[in-house]
């Protein structure tokens, strides 16, 4: 099983930047997937999750309106385009896999750097 993390960086304030979560090793398509962010110091923390299908998405209430998660079955890829974003959004970004029946499955994580 490998979750991959791709896309982060240095951004400037306001800018934008898409992660990517590439998906081997099991069905990915039965699996909803969350991103997480820790930050500096702090603990991990829920940013967004999108359902098995799609269909469904929830959003922490400090990126909603600015990010937007979702996934392509076909690629086995779950994708966060980030707009807007702001220095507190800096932190290592991970990606997460759960099944209500099976282990959870988590990536190594992408960091982003936002700063002028």
């Known amino acids: 099983v490998q979750l991959v993390e791709s896309g982060g960086g240095l951004v400037q304030p306001g800018g934008s930047l898409r992660l990517s979560c590439a998906a081997s090793g099991f069905t990915f398509s039965s699996y909803a997937m969350s991103w997480y962010r820790q930050g500096p110091g702090k603990e991990r923390d829920l940013v967004a999750t999108i359902s098995s299908a799609g269909r469904s998405t929830n959003y922490a209430d400090s990126v909603k309106g600015r990010f937007t998660i979702s996934r392509d079955n076909a690629k086995n890829t779950v994708y966060l385009q980030m707009n807007s974003l702001k220095p507190e959004d800096t932190a290592v970004y991970y990606c997460?896999?759960?099944?209500?029946?099976?282990?959870?499955?988590w990536g190594q994580g992408t960091q982003v750097t936002v700063s002028s």
């Open positions: 997460k896999a759960s099944h209500a029946l099976k282990s959870d499955y």
